[in-house]
């Protein structure tokens, strides 16, 4: 069974795949007005800007977290690598 959540912000929607972490600790100590494992939910998508909180997903190494921008600008897409 994937163990997926959403969280939604006011501009991001973010989404955590625990069955994919490898628990790198990357998203807490790069962001943690975002990710804060001492608070429930442990993800705020208003806790910053979404495109910094965008920014910050992509480095994920897991691609446990994704992230949806809600104007439609742009969600986690690997394809858009080529940059
Ligand atoms: S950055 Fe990704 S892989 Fe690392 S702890 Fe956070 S969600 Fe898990």
Redesign the pocket.
Known sequence: MVKEKLYYGKDIEVM???D?????????K?LPAV?DLSKRPWVDPDGDTSEAIARH?D???????TYKLLDGEYSTKKEDEHA
């Not at 994919?20 to 807490?28: F, P, R, T």
């Not at 480095?59 to 977290?65: D, W």
Request: include cysteine; charged fraction near 0%.
């Open positions: 955590f795949n625990s994919v972490c490898i628990h790198s600790g990357i998203c807490v790069g990710f997903i480095t994920c190494p897991s691609g446990a977290l």
